[in-house]
């Protein structure tokens, strides 16, 4: 598969990889994994002159002072006078972090814990690029040539992909259209 510049579904740094490839590092895949399945804890919110400036989470009671103590006093300190925490039981604790975020909108948080709830349209982009790739060698009859690197690369007939251009364009305008009906484009006059 290609090589290309893919935005990590984890951290969102960006990242060369095959077109497939969903994490920059092990560490955003084992985290990832992790985060999905961890049910309770704790979600803190930091507050400044009564708002919440960052909201994060934390395993237990002991973990979340630490972790307040860095925020105040590490490499990057944040500017906080009071914060406020709660115990999550039940419930994904970085899906209760992520819905924290979206509604309180805190300066120091600088991307979303999970891509579960909330993706980003280029990370909804890439996984769209790779489906259009697969759907299109389904549908055309490839070409390849005999040496064995060769092998790998395939082609289709030009004459055939104009098709497919009309195909997927009038597939997306559809779906815009959708999603003017359900509310993006009343929101957007709301807010
Ligand atoms: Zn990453």
């Known amino acids: 598969m290609a090589i290309k510049t893919i935005s990590c579904v984890v951290c969102e740094v960006d990242f060369n ?102 993706t980003t349209p280029k990370i909804l982009s890439q996984a769209m690029i790779s489906m259009i790739e697969d759907a299109i060698k389904e549908r055309f009859t490839t070409y390849s040539l005999a040496g064995s690197r060769a092998k790998k690369i395939t082609y289709i007939k030009t004459s055939d992909t104009e098709a497919v251009k009309s195909d997927i364009l009038g597939l997306l305008s559809n779906k815009s259209n959708e999603a003017l009906n359900n509310g993006v484009y009343q929101k957007k006059n709301k807010g």
């Open 17 to 118: 990889g095959s077109s497939n490839a969903m994490y920059c590092s092990s560490k955003c895949k084992q985290k990832s994994h992790r985060s999905k399945s961890v049910t309770s804890g704790f979600i803190y919110l930091l507050k400044n002159k009564g708002k919440v400036v960052y909201v994060g989470s934390s395993a237990t009671e002991k973990t979340l002072k630490a972790r307040v103590t860095i925020h105040k006093a590490g490499e990057y300190p944040k500017c906080f006078d009071d914060y406020d925490y709660y115990k999550v039981d039940g419930d994904v604790l970085v899906d209760v972090e992520t819905e924290e975020i979206i509604r309180r909108r805190p300066i120091y948080n600088h991307s979303l814990p999970s891509k579960t709830l909330y």
